[in-house]
Every structure is written in structure tokens, then in C-alpha cells.
């Protein structure tokens, strides 16, 4: 009847398994975006740009929905302008549903703030206590299940 507990040995693992897999998924996100104040962007930087009222109509019009920002790739940076490589929409690659790509050009003018994609340590510190909090409670509630006594499947007898 030991099969039984180490079937259970075996569920603790594949789950603090599962745990740590979902904790470096959401370590993966841990980004924020930083004002880029009195430099450029540089080609392959993730930024997002908050674009002037003229051109949100403008992009709003092209797109059929509200935007006030683009973030994507910078591709390129000419002296007046600045090339981004955006996705629209959810991208699931490889099907008929993926994603559209565009490569937009933005003037210096219709730019209000361009913000660079960085990766930050107090959001990663604070996800990643979160993540061990919650490994540390589940592995508390399941080893601290019931008497083996109690165990239906434990055949030594109880004095």
C-alpha cells in the first residue's frame, strides 16, 4: 500500500513543478516602460510612443478604434522621424487568425513621449516573493494533510 503514498509523492512534485513553471512565466513579464528624456531609441529597442492628438485621429481613423499609443520595434531612427515595427491584435502564429504587422512611420512632431521597454527588479522582486509565498502555502497544505492513520489505504494496524 505504499504505491499509493508515493502516487502522492509524485502529484507534490508534478505540482511544485507547475508552480515554478508559472512563477519564470510571470518573472517573463515583468517589464515597465521609462521615459527616454534627451536620447534616441536605438534600432531592435521596444518602446511606446504617446502620439499628439492630430495623429491618435488620425491612427484612430486608419484603424477603426481609439488609439492614443503604439508600442512596437524600433526599426529605424532618420533625424525627423522614427520607424516602429507594430503588431495589431492577438498573434497566433501559423493561423488564420494571427496578427496583422505594420511598419509605421511617426514625424518627431506627432510624438508627445517615447518610453523604452525595460526590465524591472522591483516588479520581478515583488512577483517572484508572490511566487514563493504561494509554492511555500502549497506545499505547507499539501504535506500537512492527515494522520497516516487515517490513511484508508494504510493496513498497520492503530493501538
Known amino acids: 500500500m505504499h504505491a499509493q503514498r508515493d502516487g502522492r509523492g509524485v502529484g507534490r512534485l508534478l505540482g511544485l513543478g507547475v508552480a ?28 511606446r510612443v504617446r502620439l499628439s492628438q492630430a495623429e491618435a485621429v488620425r491612427m484612430s481613423e486608419r484603424t477603426g478604434r481609439t488609439i492614443r499609443s503604439v508600442e512596437g520595434s524600433v526599426l529605424r531612427v532618420p533625424a525627423d522621424s522614427l520607424v516602429l515595427d507594430v503588431g495589431w491584435g492577438a498573434v497566433y502564429a501559423g493561423t488564420v487568425f494571427e496578427g496583422r504587422r505594420d511598419t509605421l512611420s511617426f514625424h518627431r512632431r506627432d510624438l508627445l513621449e517615447v518610453d523604452r521597454k525595460e526590465f524591472s527588479r522591483r516588479r520581478t522582486a515583488l512577483v517572484g516573493a508572490g511566487v514563493v509565498a504561494l509554492v511555500v502555502a502549497a506545499w505547507a497544505g499539501i504535506s500537512g494533510g492527515g494522520d497516516i492513520a487515517d490513511d484508508p489505504g494504510n493496513d498497520d494496524p492503530v493501538f
Open 20 to 47: 515554478a513553471a508559472l512563477g519564470l512565466f510571470i518573472l517573463a513579464a515583468c517589464y515597465s516602460y521609462a521615459p527616454m528624456v534627451g536620447e534616441d531609441p536605438a534600432p531592435s529597442d521596444e518602446v
